[in-house]
């Protein structure tokens, strides 16, 4: 059967509901189609299940592209006082945890269902479990022509928000990079990002009984660095700390780890310059008794710290502060939050989504070369860019 519609959106994800709901809400008549049974699985799982859904403190600068001014026009006319006004609206209870991050008191489902409710009111038409089999431009009003398992849509705005490739059992897949593919569009280099870091198996043998230990580190690379938790496991490190330089990492370079940020191990370390305490015992003190024992003997004997030298002392302090280690790769799309590059903005329009060079069609979302920070950036960005198409398309 073949329909008309104003708009067809493909992703009933964060980002499709908010630019489906705000179409809608415009009065276009709009069509949201997902090969899903279950849509906003991504939503579900979020936050423990809470959904951590915006972040107080979102700035440009919470957000990685090749494109960095990218994101300023979207963000700034959809901010999180705007989606957390729509949440009041539908008596969602939420509380702030720490560094901004806000989170449902109860459960995420609330988001999706209050999602699914305002599309239904603006009369969103819903296709679940529907394949999209081809995209045809026309020379027409109706620009595109999608064939999909269920129907054929003939329609003048096509939004792509089919998200990324990360956690392929919530339904990602690579259907919105290759919709730019067939439309010419560029594309920045895909990579896990928000992902555990592993190591080779031979050097990271000695680490791999503290499976399940954390601690407060800050982790840098380049300009970037992070305060939180270091977790180990067994294959390497995880913990919000990792997973947000994670994104940032480069293959093949190392990280560099303050194990005690915020003291001075030198200066500790004169403090009790005729300490007879074993060394092991003495860093103990500061650091994870077990991590200490593993972890000293590649930089000296575990002498008492009388018999240190000042200089083999200052050696040490200095790897307290800046233990330099080279991943090997990342627990990959299986275990990343999300995925970093995509669809090239410097090819769409930051007011509006709409890629320059094909009027009518649209990317918003994950999709796109926009990854945020952990910690509610992620769907702020969803949600921003979804009410930017659905604004303009
Ligand atoms: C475990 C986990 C926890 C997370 N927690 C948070 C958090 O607390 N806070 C935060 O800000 N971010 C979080 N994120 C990231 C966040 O979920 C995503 O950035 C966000 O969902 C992206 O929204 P999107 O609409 O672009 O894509 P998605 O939400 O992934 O939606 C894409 C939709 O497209 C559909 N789709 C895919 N391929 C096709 C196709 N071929 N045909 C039709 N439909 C298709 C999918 O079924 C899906 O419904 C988390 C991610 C994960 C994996």
């Known amino acids: 059967m073949n329909h008309s519609f104003d708009i067809a959106i493909i992703g009933a994800g964060a980002a499709g509901l908010m630019c489906a709901l705000t179409a809608a809400q415009r009065g276009r008549s709009v069509v949201l189609l997902d ?31 090749d494109n960095p001014h990218f994101v300023r026009s979207a963000l700034a006319r959809y901010t ?24 449902c008191d109860d459960s995420s489902e609330a988001v999706i269902k209050m999602l699914k409710d305002d599309c239904e ?10 394949e999209v089999h081809e995209i045809k431009p026309r ?54 990002g928000l992902v555990p870091l592993t190591f080779r198996p031979d050097e990271w043998q000695p680490y791999s009984g503290l499976s399940g230990l954390s601690f407060p ?11 939180n938790e270091l977790l180990f496991t ?49 860093i103990g003190q500061y650091l994870p008794k077990r991590f200490a024992e593993v972890w000293l003997p590649q930089f000296g004997e575990n002498l008492p710290v009388n018999q240190w ?17 080279t991943p090997s790769g990342t627990q990959g799309y299986t275990k990343a939050e999300v995925t970093c590059g995509g669809v090239d903005t410097r090819a769409l329009s930051s007011k509006t989504m709409e890629a320059s060079a094909v009027p009518g069609l649209y990317f918003i979302g994950e999709v796109v ?25």
């Open 35 to 65: 090969h899903s049974a279950k849509l906003a699985e991504k939503i579900r799982i979020s936050g423990g299940g809470r959904c951590n859904f915006t972040n107080l403190n979102v700035k440009p600068e919470n957000y990685l592209s």
């Open 80 to 103: 999180p006082q705007h989606f957390i006004a729509m949440l009041d609206e539908h008596g969602i209870r939420w509380s702030e945890k720490e560094l901004g991050q806000l989170f």
């Open 121 to 130: 009111a603006a009369n969103v038409r819903r296709y679940h479990s529907c």
């Open 139 to 192: 020379n027409s009003k109706d620009r595109f022509e999608i064939i999909s398992s269920r129907d054929t849509f003939h329609v003048t705005s096509l939004v792509i928000a089919t998200g990324g490739l990360s956690i392929p059992k919530t339904g990602a897949t690579p259907f919105g990079y290759k919709v730019a593919e067939q439309f010419g569009l560029p594309m920045v280099k895909l990579r896990p």
């Open 217 to 227: 580190a800050e982790i840098s690379f380049g300009k970037q660095s992070f305060r």
């Open 234 to 282: 067994h294959r390497g490190l995880s913990g919000p700390a990792i997973l947000q330089i994670s994104s940032y990492w480069e293959h093949g370079q190392p990280l560099s780890i303050d194990l005690l940020p915020g003291r001075d191990m030198q200066a500790l370390f004169e403090e009790h310059r005729s300490s007879k305490m074993l060394m092991s015992n003495f």
């Open 309 to 325: 030298s000042p200089k083999k002392l200052s050696a040490l302090a200095e790897q307290v502060h800046h233990w330099r280690i």
């Open 369 to 393: 070369d926009v990854t945020g920070q952990l910690g509610g950036y992620n769907f702020q960005w969803a949600w921003a860019s979804g009410h930017a198409a659905g604004m303009a398309a």
